[in-house]
C-alpha cells in the first residue's frame, strides 16, 4: 500500500477516484475538542486504507490521498470485466460504490456512535479519473446521504400504523456498575431496510419525516415506563424540534424520565429552550445533553441550559481507548467545568475493561455501553 499527499501521475487505464468525506468537519472540532477529534480522524483513515484494501485486490494499483483534512481520496482501477459477460463495467462499478458505502457505514458508526456519525456525516462520492482536493469536496457536496427505496416505502407505514420496537439499554453506577436505569433505542423491523437506527433516522431525514419518528418512538419507549422496576430511570431521545410537541411534553414531564437532547444546537436555539425545560422538570422529568463533546460550543451549551446530566459521548470514548494522554488530557478539565455546574456525566459507548480503567481516572457518575449490556428488546428485558 502506498500513502500518498499529492498523486501527479494517474493509474494508468479505467482510473476513479473513491473520496470518502466529512461534511460536518469544521464543525467536529468545537463539539469534540482537539485531541477528540483528531484520534477520531486517525481511526477513519485507519479504517479507510482497510476499505480500500477490501475494494482494490491490486495492491500496487490503488493509491491515497488524505488531504485536506476530512478527505480522503483513493485513486485506483476499475475491475476487469468477466470474459463470459457476467456483469457490465458499470454494473461492477456499481457494485464497488455499494460496498464501500456499506463498509464507510460501519466504520462511521464505530467511530462516532449513531447519533454523531450523523452529524459528521461521512459520505462517499465516485469519480472518473484521478480528482483534485477541491473537485472531491465539490463531488461530496452534492453527494446525497444513503437512502433506499425499500426504506422509503417502508417508513411513512411504520410511523402511521406502528411497527417500530424499543430496545433498552442498561445505565450504571460507575465505576461499580449497578444498575439505574435504562436508554430506550429504537430499531425497525427485523430485517427490513430500516433496521438499523440510522437507516430508520437517515431516511426519515431525507423524506422530512424527523419529527413524526422521533414523537412516535418516544410515546412507543413511554408504553414501557410503567414496566420498570422501582428506582429505574428511563432515557428518551428526542430533538429540540420534537420537543416542542406540547402534547408529548406532558406525556414526558413525569418522574423517573430523563429527556436527552440529542443534537448539537447554536447557543441561541439551546437558550430558546429553557421555558420547555422548566416544563418538564416541573414535572419530575431530569435533562440530559446527548453526545457532548470537550469543545467550546458543547461547554457552552452545558453553562446555558445546566441540564442534570451530560452524556460525554462514544467519539471521547474511543479518543481515551486509542490515544489515552491526549484525550483525557484534554477531558479532565471539560468534566470539571461541567461539574461546578452541578452536573452529572455519564460516559456513553464504554466497551471494554481497558476503556473503563482508563475512565476511573476521572470525575464519572454513570457509564454505558457494551460492556456493562447490549441493548436488548424491552419485551424480553422486561418479561
Not at 204 to 226: H, K, N, P, S, V
Not at 233 to 251: G, P, T, V
Not at 322 to 346: C, D, F, K, Q, Y
Request: one cysteine or more.
Amino acid at each position: 500500500m502506498r500513502v500518498a499527499t499529492n498523486i501527479a501521475v494517474p493509474p494508468s487505464g479505467g482510473a476513479y477516484t473513491l473520496v470518502f468525506g466529512l461534511r460536518g468537519f469544521v464543525a467536529l472540532e468545537t463539539i469534540m475538542g482537539k485531541a477528540a477529534t483528531e484520534s477520531a480522524l486517525a481511526a477513519l483513515r485507519d479504517g479507510i486504507h482497510g476499505i480500500a484494501a477490501a475494494m482494490f485486490t491490486d495492491r500496487d494499483g490503488w493509491e491515497i490521498a488524505d488531504d485536506p483534512p476530512g478527505v480522503w481520496r483513493v485513486h485506483g482501477r476499475d475491475p476487469p470485466v468477466r470474459a463470459d459477460g457476467g456483469e457490465s463495467l458499470e454494473e461492477r462499478r456499481a457494485v464497488v460504490l455499494r460496498a464501500a458505502t456499506q463498509l464507510a457505514g460501519e466504520l462511521a458508526r464505530d467511530v462516532f456512535g449513531n447519533a454523531t456519525a450523523r452529524l459528521a456525516d461521512l459520505r462517499i462520492a465516485r469519480i472518473p479519473g484521478v480528482v483534485t482536493a477541491e473537485a472531491a469536496r465539490t463531488a461530496l457536496d452534492a453527494t446525497p446521504p444513503s437512502r433506499t427505496r425499500a426504506a422509503e416505502k417502508i417508513l411513512p407505514r411504520l410511523i402511521a400504523e406502528g411497527g417500530i420496537r424499543t430496545f433498552l439499554q442498561p445505565l450504571v453506577h460507575f465505576p461499580n456498575g449497578r444498575r439505574m436505569g435504562y436508554e430506550a433505542l429504537s430499531r425497525g423491523p427485523a430485517g427490513s431496510a430500516v433496521e438499523r437506527a440510522d437507516q430508520l433516522f437517515n431516511t426519515a431525514a431525507c423524506l422530512g419525516l424527523t419529527r413524526e419518528l422521533e414523537i412516535t418512538c418516544a410515546r412507543q419507549a413511554l408504553a414501557w415506563a410503567d414496566r420498570l422496576s422501582d428506582n429505574m430511570l428511563l432515557a428518551i431521545n428526542l430533538s429540540s424540534l420534537s420537543l416542542r410537541d406540547s402534547a408529548l411534553r406532558r406525556a414526558l414531564a413525569r418522574p423517573g424520565l430523563i429527556v436527552e437532547i440529542t443534537e448539537h444546537l447554536p447557543l441561541g436555539a439551546s437558550r430558546d429552550l429553557l421555558p420547555l425545560f422548566d416544563e418538564l422538570r416541573a414535572g419530575g422529568a431530569q435533562i440530559a445533553l446527548d453526545d457532548t463533546g470537550c469543545g467550546f460550543s458543547d461547554l457552552e451549551t452545558a453553562r446555558i441550559l445546566r441540564p442534570d446530566f451530560v452524556k460525554l459521548c462514544i467519539t471521547i470514548i474511543r479518543g481515551v481507548g486509542r490515544h489515552p494522554e491526549t484525550v483525557l488530557a484534554e477531558l479532565e478539565p471539560s468534566i470539571a467545568r461541567m461539574r461546578a455546574l452541578g452536573i452529572r456525566i455519564l460516559a456513553e459507548g464504554v466497551e471494554n475493561e481497558r476503556e473503563a480503567a482508563r475512565l476511573a481516572q476521572l470525575d464519572i457518575d454513570y457509564a454505558q455501553g457494551w460492556h456493562y449490556g447490549r441493548p436488548q428488546p424491552a419485551e424480553t428485558l422486561l418479561a
